[in-house]
C-alpha cells in the first residue's frame, strides 16, 4: 500500500472540493482530511488534500494548470488555416 502525501490545504471547504473533483474526474483517488472535523466544528482548522504517494506528481501538475486563459471567449470563432 503506498502512503498518502498531503497536496494542499484550504481554508474555504468549497475550494477544497472543486480541487478535489478536478482530481478524482482525472481518475485520481483523492482524501480530504478534516472534512468531518469542519461538520462537527466549522472553522476548525485546513482542510487537506491528500493523494497517493504515486499520484502526487501528476495531482501538482493537474492543480498548477490554470486551464483555459479566463480571457479567452470560448465561444469565438477559430481562425481557418489555408
Known amino acids: 500500500m503506498s502512503e ?3 497536496i ?8 477544497a472540493e472543486m480541487a478535489r473533483l478536478r482530481l478524482q ?3 485520481i ?10 461538520i462537527m466544528e466549522p472553522g476548525l482548522g485546513p482542510l487537506q488534500l491528500q493523494v497517493s ?3 502526487e506528481a501528476d495531482a501538482r501538475a493537474i492543480l498548477a494548470d ?8 470560448p ?3 477559430k481562425p481557418e488555416t489555408a
Not at 494542499?8 to 475550494?15: K, Q, V
Request: glycine share 10%; no cysteine.
Open 25 to 27: 474526474s482525472a481518475g
Open 4 to 6: 498518502v502525501v498531503t
Open 53 to 55: 504517494s504515486e499520484d
Open 66 to 73: 490554470p486551464g483555459l486563459d479566463a480571457t479567452a471567449d
Open 75 to 77: 465561444g469565438a470563432a
Open 8 to 15: 494542499a490545504s484550504f481554508t474555504e471547504p468549497l475550494e
Open 29 to 38: 483517488e483523492t482524501f480530504l482530511a478534516g472534512e468531518n472535523a469542519r
